[in-house]
């Protein structure tokens, strides 16, 4: 079974960088696509980016310039870099397998999450 | 960026109803589309991808249709689990976007 936990700071000053990391367990990153989702407090699910099983990434258009995902091999882990943050970005922060082939994916397993305030 | 729209926003209903929630995609996607349940505090779970397989486990109540830009979550017979929020989600290109939700709430 796999399992996904992020971790991170939970609060990140304003103009700051938003440091998280995803370990997983139960699966290779290096065989699956990884994603990052957030939820903003009260509201929907936001789809930040992806990385592919050759370390490749998407981004979401409106956070592309702040937004890197990278991956940790060795460690069975890929991490979430967003600069400049703002009060926007305070979310509960999800790290998930996106799981299929073709344009068949799906999000099978997820984190638990994590929330992030932005204050000084 | 495919904008997803899910309705109704919200709905009331009582265990045992049937229960059908609608996403209109802003251009085609084919059937590259998930639905995604979520319960307060927790992370969503897939229910339905490719817009009408079951994930494992998921209760056979649960049903998926559709294909383009129109597709449905139909629900047989509420259960007191399933009251939650639904999302939808399409995987045609990314951006991968979702619906904006539909809580389903007891009446």
């Known amino acids: 079974q796999v399992q996904l936990q992020e971790s991170g700071p939970g609060v990140v000053k304003p103009s700051e960088t938003l440091s998280l990391t995803c370990t997983v367990s139960?699966?290779?990153?290096?065989?699956?696509?990884w994603t990052w989702i957030r939820q903003p407090p009260g509201k929907g699910l936001e789809w930040i980016g992806n990385?592919?099983?050759?370390?490749?990434?998407?981004?979401d258009p409106s956070l592309h310039s702040r937004v890197t995902i990278s991956a940790d091999t060795s460690k069975n882990q890929f991490s979430l870099k967003l600069t400049f943050v703002t009060a926007a970005d305070a979310a509960v922060y999800y790290c998930?397998?996106?799981f299929g082939s073709g344009y068949h994916y799906y999000f099978d397993s997820w984190g638990q999450g994590t929330l992030v305030t932005v204050s000084s | 960026d495919i904008q997803m729209t899910q309705s109704p926003s919200s709905l009331s209903a009582s265990v045992g109803d049937r229960v059908t929630i609608t996403c209109r995609a802003s251009?085609?996607?084919?059937?590259?589309l998930n639905w995604y349940l979520q319960k307060p505090g927790k992370a969503p779970k897939v229910l339905i991808y490719?817009?009408?397989s079951l994930q494992s486990g998921v209760p056979s109540r649960f049903t998926g249709s559709g294909s383009g830009t129109d597709f449905n979550i139909t629900i047989s017979s509420l259960q007191p689990e399933d009251f939650a929020t639904y999302y939808c989600?399409?995987?045609?290109?990314?951006?991968?976007?979702f619906g904006q939700g539909t809580k389903v709430e007891i009446k």
């Open positions: 989600q399409q995987s045609f290109t990314t951006p991968r976007t």
């Open positions: 251009q085609s996607i084919s059937t590259y």
């Open positions: 139960g699966a290779s990153i290096s065989s699956y696509f």
């Open positions: 490719d817009v009408s």
């Open positions: 990385m592919d099983d050759s370390g490749n990434t998407n981004y």
């Open positions: 998930a397998r996106d």
